[in-house]
Each structure stands twice: as C-alpha cells, then as structure tokens.
C-alpha cells in the first residue's frame, strides 16, 4: 500500500498556492511538510483527504484509507470522551477504544463532557479518533497545537506505534517530534504563481 501524488496544483481562494507536488508514501513511512504560514500545507493535505480537488495531477492510493486531523477536534461537547470516540469507532466499522484512551491517557477523562475538557485534553482526545478509525494512513494539519510536552511525546509515541504496525503519517507541524526517519517536504520551492481563478471550485470548503 502506498499514497502516491504525482504533478499535483492547488488552490485556496481560487488562487494557486503549490504546484509541481509529487511524493511516494510507502507502508511504515512518515512524511513531514514544511514551509512558513500560508504556504499552502493546509490546502494540500485537505486536498489529498478530498475536501477539496486538485487542480493538477494525480492522487493515488488515498480513497478509504486516510483519517484526517485538521484543526478542529471533530468532539461533540455533550457526549463524553467516550462517547466521542465510540462515536468514530462505530462510523469506520469498529468497537474498540481501549488503546486509544490508553495511548493518549484518556482513561481517567473517560466521563468527562467533551466541553468540560481543557484544549490540550480536547487535542488529545481529537487525535486519539486516529486509532479507532483503523486507517492505515494518517494525515495530521498541526497536530500538536494545544498540547504540553508530555501530550507531544504521548503524540509521537502513538504515531511510531502506528509506523510500526505498518502504517504511514502525514505531518504539517513545526515541532520536532523525534521521527528520525521522517521524509521532509518543504513546500516553499512548490509555490505557485498567485493567479487568480475563474470558477475556483475550493471555495466552499474555505
């Protein structure tokens, strides 16, 4: 299994931001994008999950395999920790959230509203959706903002437990997060000409 982007062209506002993308993804494999604020990471890993087409190339490999953590944590306030990922778990087909409330010490918040939790606790419970969805690639858009460094290694230790088992990581952050075998992509050589579009089919996802 692999994730695959050949000559792929993005755009947010209907305005071209990266160009040119093309990457492998192979089993056990983790990729980290790079590249300063309003480069274009966001829109491509959104891209890549299908929120949103290309407007070049080719995605191979991404169709019911990927879990996406964006920046909101996808928890309902009113169901607890739980609740939330029984919730994920049952939508991909699957039961069991033991390893993901242990993963992320969630255990003890188990009860817990979901907004009764503090931004680090509602992050780590955010993530800890990944592990129950049973997707063998995971694409993370600043996973750890919010998070102490006790949740960051927590965060990482999940994601090389997910390596190991033959899975594959997507990453945009800043934060080093000790995956030493980690591809790095900096987008900033891919920017694209800011052209503006006619017809920017992006623009309902903004």
Request: no cysteine; aromatic share 4%.
């Amino acid at each position: 299994m692999e994730l695959r982007l050949s000559d792929i062209a993005v755009a947010r506002g209907g305005v071209p931001v990266l160009s040119g993308v093309s990457f492998t993804l192979t089993a056990g494999a983790a990729m980290i994008l790079r590249g300063p604020n309003g480069s274009g990471k966001t829109t491509l890993l959104r891209t890549i999950v299908g929120l949103q087409p290309p407007l070049a190339g080719k995605i191979e490999g991404a169709a019911d395999t990927v879990a996406y953590a964006g920046h909101a944590d996808g928890l309902k306030a009113m169901l607890s920790v739980a609740e939330n990922l029984t919730f994920w778990a049952a939508v991909y087909g699957r039961r069991d959230i033991d390893a993901a409330l242990e993963a992320y010490a969630l255990a003890p918040l188990a009860d817990r509203l979901a907004g009764t939790l503090s931004a680090g606790q509602k992050r780590r419970a955010g993530l800890a959706r990944l592990m129950v969805t049973g997707r063998p690639i995971w694409v993370l858009d600043e996973p750890t903002v919010s998070l102490d460094v006790d949740a960051v290694k927590l965060f990482a230790d999940a994601v090389r437990a997910h390596l190991r088992a033959g899975g594959m990581a997507l990453l945009a952050t800043h934060i080093d997060l000790g995956l030493t075998d980690a591809q790095v992509l900096d987008v900033t050589p891919l920017r694209a000409a800011p052209t503006a579009l006619h017809g920017a089919s992006d623009e309902a996802f903004l």
